[in-house]
């Protein structure tokens, strides 16, 4: 049984010359009171926001821990208001004529919700590009452009399943390696199914860049199994968009130049120095609001100043073995140079060897596992025909 074998490090330190605020939804199962938020609000999506003020050098850090993150939630109903909330109108995601005629042709003829949500996830799959950065966020841009990341193909997907009157949220949070390794995706609400999994951007990367991931610490799936299924290899942050920040965003008076704006919708957006309406545009897994009228001259910000720092790793034997592909790989490839340059037989062995560790643990986290039990295989034959040379 896998108990929580992800540990997710998370660190904000002001290290500006002012006092900012910072919202944060609370991890699940983490004390609030270890972190002692100014505030506490329960939000629609049932978790907890956190309010901090952070005086200059003061330091937020979370360490914690999660399991895998599972494709199907439990199947309780949804109140009226939970209901409304998850197909409610929004900038990013926006229900409207045009996408309720979008997602009526891309779903004619099917009458039930999953099928309709499964031909929208195929629609959005085969039609658009993955592009990192995009040009502009929000599903208004995507529809013009054709291309974006994985945030533009959740919204789109919550924009035309909720158009249809299907529960629908975009999730934000990380990979379980790596550092500031984001990530979004969506789950639906099926009334017999409740909650499951879609990932729209990760079903296009699998569809259209099949080579991508190949040397990942990720257990990678056929495209099409992204609907109702994920590796599990991800950490929830917060589940949803455009979350209301309480207490309210004040509004600022002028936008800092320091801050380069993130386009909405082909507008400028100054993150850190406005809200969307009132909310977050996402909590990945904070959002911060600055005093950009008392910067200091020449202060230049950068991502950690707007969003704070993570790292997440998996822990136990998974763990160790993902280590051990890097360091496996260092010496395989190191020796394998050298030994093309001066033939020696023993640095042969070595290098052989390594490339034989290597791939077991590949497959031994299930990572493409058909084709590094095929490159197994036949370095496994090499290695012992080196052996027999030694001997």
């Given at each position: 049984m ?6 997710v490090?998370?660190?904000?330190k002001?290290s ?8 944060l ?5 983490l004390?609030p009171s270890?972190?002692k ?12 926001l ?7 050098n003061?330091?937020l ?8 993150y ?5 199947t309780i109903?949804?109140s009226?208001?939970?209901e409304?909330?998850?197909l409610r109108?929004t900038?990013l995601s926006?229900?409207n004529?045009?996408?309720?005629d979008?997602?009526?042709n891309i779903t004619?003829?099917l009458?039930?919700?999953r ?6 996830f195929r ?8 592009k ?7 599903v208004k ?9 994985c945030?533009?193909?959740s ?12 529960p629908t949220r ?14 979004a995706?969506?789950?639906i609400?099926?009334?017999?199914e409740?909650?499951i999994?879609?990932?729209v951007?990760m079903?296009n ?8 991931f190949?040397y990942?610490?990720?257990r990678t799936m ?11 290899q991800?950490v929830?942050f917060?589940?949803?968009s455009?979350?209301r920040?309480m207490p309210a965003?004040?509004a ?5 130049i ?8 082909d507008?400028a957006?100054?993150?850190g ?5 009132g909310?977050?545009p996402?909590?990945q897994?904070?959002?911060v609001k ?17 969003l704070g ?6 822990t136990g034997?998974?763990g160790f073995l ?5 360091y496996?790989?260092?010496?395989g490839?190191?020796t394998?140079?050298?030994t093309?340059?001066?033939g020696n037989g023993?640095l042969?062995?070595v290098?052989?060897f ?7 643990c590949?497959v031994?986290?299930r990572?493409?596992?058909?084709l590094?039990s095929?490159?197994l295989?036949?370095m ?12």
């Amino acid at each position: 049984m896998r108990k929580k074998p992800i540990v997710v490090d998370y660190l904000y330190k002001n290290s500006l010359d002012q006092t900012i605020e910072l919202w944060l939804p609370i991890p699940e199962g983490l004390d609030p009171s270890t972190l002692k938020p100014s505030q506490l609000h329960r939000l629609p999506t049932g978790e907890n926001l956190g309010y901090f003020i952070l005086h200059k050098n003061d330091t937020l850090h979370l360490r914690y821990t999660q399991e895998w993150y599972p494709a199907k939630g439990e199947t309780i109903p949804l109140s009226k208001e939970e209901e409304a909330y998850y197909l409610r109108d929004t900038v990013l995601s926006p229900v409207n004529e045009e996408t309720l005629d979008l997602a009526r042709n891309i779903t004619s003829g099917l009458n039930s919700k999953r099928d309709q949500a499964k031909a929208i996830f195929r629609y959005i799959v085969t039609n658009f590009k993955y592009k990192y950065p995009p040009k502009s966020r929000g599903v208004k841009s995507f529809l013009r452009f054709k291309n974006g990341d994985c945030a533009e193909f959740s919204f789109l997907f919550s924009s035309l399943c909720r158009s249809l009157g299907i529960p629908t949220r975009t999730l934000f949070g990380s990979w379980s390696f790596g550092k500031m390794n984001g990530h979004a995706w969506n789950e639906i609400y099926l009334e017999d199914e409740g909650w499951i999994a879609v990932d729209v951007s990760m079903a296009n990367l699998r569809k259209h860049n099949i080579l991508r991931f190949l040397y990942s610490d990720l257990r990678t799936m056929w495209w099409e199994k992204y609907f109702g299924k994920t590796e599990g290899q991800r950490v929830v942050f917060s589940r949803d968009s455009e979350i209301r920040l309480m207490p309210a965003y004040g509004a600022s008076q002028n936008r800092s130049i320091a801050i380069e704006p993130l386009q909405i919708n082909d507008s400028a957006f100054y993150w850190g120095q406005e809200s969307l309406e009132g909310t977050a545009p996402y909590l990945q897994p904070a959002y911060v609001k600055l005093d950009t009228q008392n910067l200091l001259p020449g202060t230049c910000l950068d991502v950690k100043n707007l969003l704070g720092f993570w790292k997440v790793k998996e822990t136990g034997w998974r763990g160790f073995l993902a280590q051990s592909k890097k360091y496996l790989a260092i010496i395989g490839l190191t020796t394998m140079g050298i030994t093309y340059i001066y033939g020696n037989g023993y640095l042969e062995f070595v290098f052989k060897f390594s490339f034989v560790a290597l791939f077991t643990c590949f497959v031994l986290r299930r990572e493409r596992v058909f084709l590094f039990s095929v490159f197994l295989v036949i370095m496994t034959l090499s290695l012992l025909s080196t052996i027999s040379e030694l001997l």
